[in-house]
C-alpha cells in the first residue's frame, strides 16, 4: 500500500531520523517470478511458465516479438504462442505484452483467432497491451528477409534471423523513427504521415522494396480498432499490479541468454535482452520487485540457426537428440542442432541472471544412451579458461573438457516424483546442479503438465 503523505510528514526534514519525523513505509510491493532461457532457446520455458501461470495473476512478456515460440500441451490439446503469453490459457489471469515487446499486429491476431479454434476462448478479454510497445510492420519482415539476403551475398553467411522483422523493427525503435502502439491510436492522420516517412526511409536503402502504403494504412487502421480495448498504460497498470493487493505475477522470457543482444554469442542473437534486465526494462518494474528468477535448461543442447556451438554433435548422437527429441523450431521449422549439454554456457547465464532454481527439460530424450558426456569446461591452446569468450572466432576455437556419466537405459517418461527416476539419472541431475551451484527445482521428462517433476 502507498504511503499517503500530509503536513506532518514535513517536519524536521532538516535532520534525517529526527524524533516525530515520519519516514514513507518501506514497502516494496509484490515480488515478481521471471522464467528465462538459459541455453540458445527451444529448452522448454512454455513448459515451466504453464505450471506457474495456473497460480498466476498476472503473466507478462516483456521482450522479443513473434520471433519466439512456446509450445504448450494442455488435455491433449497443442497451443502454439509467439506473441501471445502462455498465461493466457488460465482463464483466470490476466496477460500482458509489455513495452519491451515489438508487436505484428496482424500476426498476433492471426495467432489469437488459431488458438481460439482449438477452444482457447475470450483471449481478447484477458489480454493487455502496452500503449508503449513499438510495432512491427509487413516491410519489417522483408527488410529483414532483404539484410538476410544481403549477408549471403557479402560475407558468404546470414545470421539465421526468423524474418520475421524482429531486427528491422528494434533498428528502427533505436533509430528513433519506430512507431507505437500509442501513436496507432492517436491521431492517425499524423500516424500516417510518420509511417510513409519510415517506409520512405527503408526504400532508399532497399530500391526493391515494394509497399502498398494505402493498403496497409487500411489495415492498420482496422487493426487498431480491434486492438484499442486491449491498451492500456502499461507502466500504470504494472505499478498497480506491483504495490496494490497481493498478486502473482509471472515474466516469461523468450529467446534465451546466449542470444542476448549484449551477452549472448553475438552476431548470431536476438535484437533484445532475454536475460533478465529485459524484465525490468521491458514492463517497467523496479529491480526491488524481482523475486525468483528460474533458468530453464534442457538436458543436453540444442540451437537453431547458425553460430559457435561448441557441444555440437555432428555424428549418430546429434541425430538422435534431434529425432528423439523433436527439434525443429515452433517458429521457423528448421531443424535444430543438437549436442551435448554444455555447462559453460548455462553457468554463464547463471552469472548475468543470478537463477534461484533451474528447471532441466526433456531428461527423457536421453533414456536409451550408454553413456552421457557433459561439458564442464573450454581449453584454449591446452589451458583451461575461467570466462565464456565474447570473441566468436575464439569460441569457435575452444576445446571442450567433457566428463563422462553412465546411461540408465530406462524409460522415465512415466516418472512422476524424484523417486521414480533410475539412480544414474538421479546422479546426473545431482551432478549439473553441483556444477552450476543452483538447486534444480523441476525436472521434464515429457511434453505436458504433468511430466514436470517437482523437487521441492
Known sequence: MSHTWSAKDQKNTSQP???????????????????????WGDE??????DLLATEADVVCRCQGGNNAGHTVVVDGKEYDFHLLPSGIINPKSISLIGNGVVIHLPGLFEEGDKNDKKGLKGWEKRLIVSDRAHL??????????????????????????????????????????????????GDFKDFSTRFKNLVHHYQSMYPSLEVDIEDQLKKLKEYAERLRPMVRDGVYYMNEALHGPPKKILVEGANAALLDIDFGTYPFVTSSNCTVGGACTGLGIPPLNIGDVFGVAKAYTTRVGIGAFPTEQLNAVGELLQTRGHEVGVTTGRKRR?????????????????FTAIALTKLDILDVLDEIKVGVAYKLNGKRIPHFPANMDVLHKVEV????????????????????????????????????????????????????????
Open 17 to 39: 531520523g529526527a524524533v516525530g519525523q515520519k519516514r514513507p513505509r518501506n514497502d516494496t510491493g509484490n515480488k515478481v517470478t521471471v522464467v528465462l532461457g538459459a541455453q
Open 44 to 49: 522448454g520455458k512454455g513448459k515451466v511458465v
Open 136 to 185: 512491427v510492420f509487413d516491410f519489417h519482415q522483408v527488410v529483414d528477409g532483404l539484410q538476410e539476403s544481403e549477408r549471403q551475398a557479402q560475407e558468404g553467411k546470414n545470421i539465421g534471423t526468423t524474418k520475421k522483422g524482429i531486427g528491422p523493427a528494434y533498428s528502427s525503435k533505436a533509430s528513433r523513427t519506430g512507431l507505437r502502439v500509442c501513436d496507432l491510436l
Open 401 to 456: 573438457e567433457y566428463e563422462t556419466l553412465p546411461g540408465w537405459k530406462t524409460d522415465t517418461s512415466a516418472a512422476r516424483k524424484w523417486n521414480d527416476l533410475p539412480a544414474k539419472a538421479q546422479n546426473y541431475i545431482r551432478f549439473i546442479e553441483n556444477h552450476i551451484g543452483v538447486p534444480i527445482k523441476w525436472v521434464g521428462v515429457g511434453k505436458s503438465r504433468e511430466c514436470m517433476i517437482q523437487m521441492f
Open 338 to 354: 543438437c549436442g551435448w549439454l554444455d555447462l559453460v554456457i548455462v553457468r554463464y547465464a547463471h552469472m548475468i541472471n543470478g
